[in-house]
DNA sequence: CGGGATCCTGCATGATACTG
DNA sequence: CAGTATCATGCAGGATCCCG
């Protein structure tokens, strides 16, 4: 496969790419859009699921990047119930699932570099 | 390999990240530094051969995100000049070579939409 | 339960000019 | 040539409160 970088530019959406790597950042970039896509590796997780592995993110915050994500196409937003209390799953869309060996790419090199200098915390010790 | 996500937080130089992913895209992150480190795997450039293939960067944006770079342990920069005209290169380290399939990974996902849904636009036609 | 509305802050990035 | 200095800006993301 041929990849250019120069001298030519994408154009999708009137939005400019100087290389196709920025259209993947475009995508997946920003500070919790790879988290929440690998956490629905696994399977469909609610809201309140997704909250919970997440325990730094504000729910404002999460809200906005699942919107983002359901608009690119990646993840799907399915509601089961029409009163509250609301049941809302998200899962991986095809497009979506496409992005899974990335992720875990992604992961595995953010892990070796973990595994030599991460200290572990217990999220109970940040909760305040 | 495990890689875990829940409950558990990794620190890097006090800096707390929820997720290995979030590692990674602390360092690779934002919207040139995968552009710059594209261009790299061919090999050593100078900074003016990095500028002419990112024709829409400023130079303060690209010195700048070439310093995390470096400061990240990421590129090396070389100075072979010490009057003007200066001439440095820049190239990856070790540390930055074992970023290269995660790179070509995420060039070939946006490639594939590039290919689906992307106009190419010359760079002449933007230079203002 | 699953958000939306509002307000706010900091940081990433840009524009322009200048320099060793 | 390879930057730095200065100033400006937009937007990602946070804090807090509210709602069906």
Same mark, same amino acid.
């Given at each position: 496969m041929k990849i250019k970088c120069d001298s030519e530019l994408f154009k999708i959406n009137e939005k400019l790419y100087p290389c196709s790597t920025s259209i993947t950042m475009d995508y997946i970039g920003g500070k919790w859009k790879t988290v929440i896509l690998y956490h629905l590796i696994d399977g469909p997780k609610r809201y309140n699921e997704l909250k919970k592995t997440m325990p730094v993110v504000t729910e404002r915050t999460l809200s906005l990047q699942l919107k983002q994500l359901e608009s690119d196409g990646i993840v799907n937003r399915k509601v089961y119930t029409t009163k509250p209390p609301l049941k809302v799953e998200y899962s991986l869309t095809d497009f979506g699932i496409s992005l899974i060996p990335l992720l875990k790419n992604i992961a595995e090199w953010g892990n070796k570099i !973990? $595994?030599?200098? !991460? @200290?572990?915390? @217990?999220? $109970?010790?940040?909760k305040k």
């Open positions: !973990a $595994e030599q200098k !991460a @200290k572990i915390i @217990k999220v $109970e010790d940040i």
